[in-house]
C-alpha cells in the first residue's frame, strides 16, 4: 500500500512525462503551463487509491487518473475563458497570459490528450474505462451548461442546485473512484459502490467549498471572502436564505445583492448578516454532514480490510475540515 | 456494394439518432443544429467506402464515420467563434445565433459525442481505431494553431504551408480511410495505404480550396469571391507569387493587399492580375494535379478489384472538377 504522498508523486512523474508536445508553441506551451501548476490532485489521487483497496498495483490506474487530472484542468480553462476569470491558483488565467483564442484551442488539444492517456489503458478495461468517461465528461459540461442558466434565472430551486454541482463536480469524483476500482479488478457491484461513495463525497465537496466563499477566512481560503456574494451566485447558501426568510428579509437580502449604492464590503456584511440571523451556516454544515455520514457508512460496509480504506477517510475528513 | 447515395441516406439516419439529447436545451440545441445542418458529409462516406472496399458489410464503420462526421463539425464550430465567422453554410454560426460561451460548452459537448460514438466501434477494433482518432484530432489542432499562428507572420514558406493544410485538413480525410479500411477488416498494410491515398487527396481538395476562393465564380463556389484575397490569407496562392514575382511585382502586391484606398472589388482585381502575370493558376493546377495523380496511382495498384475503388474514384474525380 503505497502513501497518499507516494502516490502524489507517482502522479507528478507522470504529469512531467506528458508535457512533451513542443511544436506548434502557442498550442503547447498553454497546456504545459495549465498542467504544471500544482493544482491539489485530488482526482488522480482518488483514482490511484480506489485501484489500491482492490490491487496494490496501481500501475494499471495511472492512465486513466491522469486523464481526469487532464480532463479536469481542461474544463478549468474552458471554465475561465467562459467566466472571464483572470486569475487561477495564484497565476494569470490561460485566455489572460494569452487570449481567448488560444484558450479554446488548447483546451481542446488537451481534452484530446486526455481521451489520448485514457486510450493507454489496458485493453480488457478501456471499453468500461471510455464509457464511464464519455457519460462523465458529458455531464460535466452539462452542469456547466446549468450554472450558467442559473446565473439569469430568479426561480432557481434547491434541488436543481443539487443536480447542477452534482453534474459539475460529483460526478467527476465518483468517476475517479470507479475506474481506480475498475483498474483494481473490483467487481460491478464494488466499482459501482465506490461511485456512490464519490457523488456524496463530492457533494459534500462542493457544498464545503460554498461555506467557505463565504464563511472562510482569505488567508485560508487562498481567494477572497464573499466572491460569491458579489457575484450574486446561486449558491446553496443564497437559495436556503430565499427558501427559508421572511419576507422582509428576503426583501433585504435583494436589496443588497442589487445596491449599486452599498460598498463591496457593504454588501458582503448585509448579506452575511442575514445569512447568520437565518443559521445558514448550519443548514449548510449539516447537508455537508448528510453526505459525509452517508459516504462514511458506505465506506465502512465495504468488505475490504481498514487498512486499503485509509486514504478514502482521509479523504473525506480533509474535505469536512478543510479551510481552503 | 451500396452507391455513394445509399451511404450518405445511411448517415443521414444515423445523424438523426444522435440528436437525442434535450436537456440543458442551451447546450444540446447548437448541437442539434450544427449537427443538421447539411454539409457534404464527405469523412463519413469515404469511412464507409474505404470499409466497403474490403467488406460489404459496413455497419461496424458506422460508428467510426460519424464519430469523424462529428469531430469535423465541432472544429467548424470552434474554428468559427476563433475566426469571428458570422456565416456559415448559408446559416449564422452558432457563435452569431447563441454567443461565444455557448459555442465554446457545445463544441466541447460535441467533441466527448464524438469520442461517444466511436467508443460504440467493435472492441477488437477499437484501440487501433482511438489511436488515429486521437492523433489525428491532436494534428487537427495543431493545424489550427499553425494558421492562426501564419496570420501575424510574413515569412511563411509553401513548405510550411503545405504542412498546415496537411495537419488542418488532410489527415482527417487520411483517418477517415483508414478507420473505415481498418473495420471491413484490411491488414495493416492496406490500412496504411489507403491513409497515404487520404492525405494526397485531402491536400489536393485543400488546394481545390485556395484555387477556387480567388478563381471561382461566386454562384458556384456558394460563397463570396476573392475572400483570402481580402483577409491576407497566406494560401498557396498568395505565397506562391511571393516566391516567383519580381521584386516591382511583389511591391505592387503588397501595395494592394495593405492599401486603404482601393475598394474590396478594385483590392482582389489588382491582386488577381498580379496572379495572372505569373501563372499562379496555372502552378496551382499542377500542384493539384501531382497530388491527384498519385492518389489514382495507388488507388489503380490496390489489389482490389476495380468495382469496389468506384466511391473513391468518384472522389478524387469529384475534388477536381468542383467548382463549390
Known sequence: MLSADALLKRISEEI????IFTEPANLYAPVNYTLSRSGKRIRPLLTLAACQMFDEDIEPALPVALAYEIFHNFTLLHDDVMDKSEMRRGDPTVH???NANTAILSGDAMMIMAYNTLS???AEYLPKLLNMFNKTALEVCEGQQFDMDFETRNDVTIPEYLNMIRLKTSVLIAACLYSGAVCGG???DYSKKLYQIGIDLGMAFQLQDDLLDTFGTSAQFGKRIGGDILEEKKTFLLLKAFEIGSTFQIERLNYAL???ELSEQDKIMFVKDIFEDLNIKDSTIAEIEKRHSAAIMQLAELDIPDGRKKILYWF????KNRNK
Not at 512531467?16 to 508535457?19: D, G, K, P, T, Y
Request: glycine share 0%; hydrophobic share 40%; aromatic share 10%.
Open 258 to 260: 442589487n445596491s449599486i
Open 16 to 19: 512531467s512525462l506528458i508535457n
Open 96 to 98: 489572460k497570459k494569452w
Open 120 to 122: 493507454k489503458s489496458k
Open 316 to 319: 473525506a475528513d480533509f474535505l
Open 186 to 188: 473490483a467487481s460491478d
